[in-house]
């Protein structure tokens, strides 16, 4: 068609039937950044100021250069926080953008803006410093779960509950202790976030394209300016390395999956059929067409938003995993990896703390509970091993034989009379009954870390502590 011959930037002929555009179009599209990656902007222009600062005390460039680069940079940075700044595509990435303005307001002296460095090291740069600043988010977000958790400890270190395995009614335990197992969890991820920013904390900026550079640059000068502890040391590492946010991202899948573990009890547990806790309005939806529902929509979230962070995790390796030193463009695809798991961990972990903090807990229906499916058996066993002196292999058969009985008669343990038990094994006697109840067993767990009262108390005054 005359079209097609006419127009050289229309689609292909032999391939281009599904694209609208031309090869040039296509390149763009695939090549640019900006649409994600403005969001490093506040970043990218830190660390231009630092640099230029660096190369003018250096005497690398003059200090009137380096005054009107600053100045010019300072007014970008009003201009795009006062969404008065045009995004070009053209210009490919936030660093092209940044810099094309800056020409554009001081003229000829923006050219010495990017002597001694390259945007590979200044990408390196922007994006370990937005990681950083979300680590040390991350960290205080996961102080503030954590501050919740100790808050409902605390309130309810007696209150007793069924503690499970598989599910099943295990053995009594406090929902306090309970909660204070999320305290460990969510403990190990604040540790693994302030590991993450130890091993970040080496600024990128003079490792230049992937050699470093010929000019008398001072990278420990920089590297003070931006707030990291050291520069990088090896220039070729430096624009290769993506561990940082790698870490950022593990770090998150994991609390993800501490999250997502966390939202899947909240659902169970606020089922009519379990009961143990209600939740609050702010963190429930009714049902359209049955009323009287309640869901807990935020938790099921949670635990979706655990599936996307993964994802992010699997990209990012994938990604890297073939790259030869040092730079490849394919390094480009990092960044909405990480900005997307970020916004799902930051939602995850706030509406996460809401719940935790806004739920009612109904003690009434966990007691209950606690007491049901034989929660006391092991207590039974550990009496006839304590004061009947059998081996416990033996008082676990003579236990089950009398749980089998309590089954047949559809009662408790405790509701068994003292002749059956006898009948079962001659030497029990009334004592018994003294450890049968769930507050019993639950307060004989004096064990470091049991679940004891006492011991979920010392639990908590050492994570206030350190809280
Ligand atoms: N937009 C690029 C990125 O995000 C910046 C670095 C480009 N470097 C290059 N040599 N093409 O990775």
Excluded at 166 to 176: E, K, N, R, S
Excluded at 317 to 325: A, D, H, Q, S, V
Excluded at 339 to 368: C, H, P, Q, W, Y
Excluded at 419 to 443: C, F, G, M, N, R
């Amino acid at each position: 068609m005359a079209d097609d011959t006419t127009d050289t930037k229309s689609s292909n002929q032999m391939w281009g039937g599904r694209f609208a555009s031309g090869p040039d179009a296509i390149m763009e599209e695939i090549n640019a950044s900006i649409g994600f990656d403005k969001k490093l902007f506040a970043q990218d222009i830190r660390g231009s100021i630092a640099h230029a600062t660096m190369l003018a005390h250096q005497g690398i460039i003059s200090t009137d250069d380096k005054d009107k680069i600053v100045h010019g940079l300072n007014t970008i940075l009003s201009e795009i926080e006062g969404g008065n700044f045009e995004f070009s595509r053209q210009l490919e990435d936030i660093h092209m953008n940044v810099e094309a303005r800056l020409a554009t307001l001081i003229g000829p002296a923006a050219g010495r803006l990017h002597t001694a460095r390259s945007r590979n090291d200044q990408v390196a740069l922007d994006f370990r410093l937005w990681v950083k600043e979300e680590l040390q988010k991350t960290e205080q977000m996961l102080t503030g779960l954590i501050a919740a958790f100790l808050d409902r400890a605390e309130e309810h270190a007696e209150s007793v509950m069924p503690g499970f395995t598989h599910l099943q009614t295990a053995q009594p335990v406090t929902f306090g202790h309970h909660c204070m197992a999320y305290v460990e969890m969510f403990g190990r991820d604040r540790s693994r976030v302030r590991h993450a920013i130890e091993h970040l904390d080496e600024s990128p900026i003079g490792a230049a394209a992937l050699a470093g550079t010929g000019y008398p640059i001072d990278r420990h000068m920089t590297a003070k300016a931006l707030g990291f502890r050291e520069p990088t040391r090896n220039s070729i590492d430096t624009v290769s390395d993506r561990d940082f946010a790698i870490e950022f991202l593990s770090a998150a899948a994991i609390a993800g999956m501490h999250l997502s573990r966390l939202a899947e009890e909240i659902v169970i547990w606020s089922t009519p059929q379990f009961g143990f806790v209600r939740l609050s309005d702010a963190f429930s939806t009714g049902s359209s067409i049955m009323p009287q529902k309640k869901n807990p929509d935020a938790a099921e979230l949670v635990r979706a938003k655990t599936g996307r962070i993964n994802g992010s995790l699997v990209a990012l390796l994938t990604i890297m995993k073939g790259l030869p030193l040092a730079y490849s463009k394919d390094m480009q695809e990092d960044k909405e990896q990480v900005f997307d798991a970020a916004e799902s961990l930051e939602l995850a972990i706030a509406a996460m703390t809401g719940m935790v903090r806004d739920m009612t807990v109904n003690t009434a229906r966990m007691k209950a509970a606690a007491g049901s499916g034989y929660s006391t058996a092991t207590d039974l066993a550990d009496w006839l091993v304590r004061e009947a002196g059998l081996p416990f292999r033996d008082a676990h058969h003579v236990t089950g034989r009398a749980v089998a009985l309590a089954e047949s008669k559809g009662c408790d343990l405790a509701e068994l009379p003292l002749s059956d038990l006898q009948a079962i094994h001659a030497d029990i006697t009334d004592k018994v009954y003294d450890v049968l109840t769930v507050e019993a067993s639950v307060a004989s767990r004096k064990s470091f870390g049991g679940t004891a009262p006492s011991e979920v108390r010392k639990q908590i005054a050492f994570w206030r502590a350190r809280n």
